[in-house]
């Protein structure tokens, strides 16, 4: 039995046959020209090479450069401790008081011993005197001048003598009230008010958080170029920087991990860094300088763990995947792969983005 079909229905099938294969193949057309002016509006940079510098990153240790313990200089009772653990402490301030009724009888008695040895000296001195006239005139022999003589001179030593005990005296007094050698933060505080301490008592300990310094351990096949560049920057948590003023390093290495101990110096006055000491922080190091291509910050899209650059090609928009290396200081970051010199990259991700959806829902639809 055979079937016959209308005209009709031949003209039907073939116009769905059209369309469907004009459909499929959709995607493969140019862009409208809407989305080609789209994507001719965006900024676009170029991938570039740049001079890079070559780094190491270490792990490093903050620590203070003045760290000490404040021991007592005389002996006597402790009657105040004004500062506890944790408190700021200004350079020159009163940090503890010690009695000072031994000291002030000592400083007393260098008084009194200075105005004994001044009137001694008043009175040799008007001998001589007297006896260096009468020895011109010939009166008194040469032996008896020399006495007088000897005895003024005696008695200035004295002097000298008692000026020097009051000067220690006065000291030692002083020594009763400690100050701060200078300005930091009491981490410990050795003694209680009450105590009896002696000279070399253990009182208070004190740290500067002015003058920082980083120690990081170096490996031996890395000391050479570190030698040569002498240049270091810390990198801080929020991803700011530091650069060192100075590199200390060993001359010799420790024979049990084959590094050298180095000390990565930092300007004065971190205290807004939020750097403490006995905090780790990374430390990298310059090796040389190397060409890498590199991209502005603001044309990478960061999506977690994966990154990646809108690039122009050909009138179109794609996205591709790159692998980063470090963030330089000019705003710009290094690609290792993904990107070919002279790419053109779109500057604005958001745009970017914008535009490359609008590009793939043309092509979908």
Known sequence: MK???PSQFHFAATLLVFFLLTGC???SRPLTPGITASIGELKTVLASKQIVTEELSLDGTVEAVNRATVSAQTAGRVTELPYDVGDYIAKGDVIAKITANEQ???VKAAEAQLKEANAVFAEADAQLKRMKNV???GVVSKSQYDQALAAQ???AARVESAKAALADARQRLEYTTVVAPYSGVMV???IDVGATVTVGTPLLEGVSLNDLRVRVDIPQQYILPIRQQEQARVILDNGNTIQAEQLRISPSANPQTQSFNTLVELPNDQQ???LY??????VAFALGDTTHITVPDSAIARRGEVNGVYVIKENSLRFQYVRLGRSLTNGNTVVLSGVLDGDTVAADVIAAAASYKKQHFVKQG
């Open 135 to 137: 020895y011109e005139q």
């Open 153 to 155: 001179q005696s008695a």
């Open 104 to 106: 002030n009888a000592g």
């Open 25 to 27: 193949s959709e995607s």
């Open 3 to 5: 079937f016959h079909f």
């Open 277 to 282: 000491p006995g905090t780790l922080v990374k």
């Open 272 to 274: 807004e860094s939020a």
């Open 188 to 190: 410990s505080r050795l």
